[in-house]
T-cell receptor
Framework: EPEVTQTPSHQVTQMGQEVILRCVPI?????FYWYRQILGQKVEFLVS????????KSEIFDDQFSVERPDGSNFTLKIRSTKLEDSAMYFC?????????????FGEGSRLTVL | QKEVEQDPGPLSVPEGAIVSLNCTYS??????FMWYRQYSRKGPELLMY????GNKEDGRFTAQVDKSSKYISLFIRDSQPSDSATYLC??????????????FGGGTRVLVKP
């Protein structure tokens, strides 16, 4: 069964360091997303990406964040200078078609710990 | 007022009981409603998706939407210990051409005891 895969599963970094989280969406999907979940809190939308550009982003997704689809398979989230409050579980999701609405497939997540 | 509210639980039930979960929301622009299941330290997994007011059934799961009351529910019949997880409701505004943003509730933790 096709699935969204994310690496690394857990990353520990020092405050101020750059972090890249990687995702391989399901192969025929067109819509890509990053969400995050701070421990004990809600899953929050960060950014959506379609047709090689950001289609929507939240207030959380400031200039320290960027996304890229460098080739036909990977979708990355970069945090340029990590802060303590960036510690969270980051989930990548993908969807096949606009009409799929909420039928997004989520990866297992990448846990980021900023020290 | 929070956009989507959900009782955090935990909700503890004996095996075989009906689990009843609900969410309320404040924004009448939400039109699509989903329930996701999330096991500890895993990604959300879609269980049910509904659009209109009314009921939708899939196996042991029934989703209800009452747009007039801004209230959605999920019922799990014949609950099993493997149903122990956190259940998240999520909602979407009208579809945008370039993708959709889910707004999640905080999740209800469910424990089904053998």
């Amino acid at each position: 069964e096709p699935e969204v895969t994310q690496t690394p599963s857990h990353q520990v970094t020092q405050m101020g360091q750059e972090v890249i989280l990687r995702c391989v969406p399901i192969s025929n999907h067109l819509y890509f997303y990053w969400y995050r979940q701070i421990l004990g809190q809600k899953v929050e939308f960060l950014v959506s990406f379609y047709n090689n550009e950001i289609s929507e982003k939240s207030e959380i997704f400031d200039d320290q964040f960027s996304v890229e689809r460098p080739d036909g398979s990977n979708f990355t989230l970069k945090i340029r200078s990590t802060k303590l409050e960036d510690s969270a579980m980051y989930f990548c999701a993908s969807g096949a078609r606009r009409e799929d609405t909420g039928e997004l497939f989520f990866g297992e997540g990448s846990r980021l710990t900023v020290l | 007022q929070k956009e989507v509210e959900q009782d955090p639980g935990p909700l503890s039930v004996p095996e075989g009981a009906i689990v009843s979960l609900n969410c309320t929301y404040s924004n009448s622009a939400f039109q699509y409603f989903m329930w996701y299941r999330q096991y500890s330290r895993k990604g959300p997994e879609l269980l049910m998706y509904t659009y209109s007011s009314g009921n939708k059934e899939d196996g042991r799961f029934t989703a209800q939407v009452d747009k007039s009351s801004k209230y959605i529910s999920l019922f799990i019949r014949d609950s099993q210990p493997s149903d122990s997880a956190t259940y998240l409701c999520a909602m979407i505004y009208p579809i945008k051409a370039a993708g959709n943003k889910l707004t999640f509730g905080g999740g209800t933790r469910v424990l089904v005891k053998p």
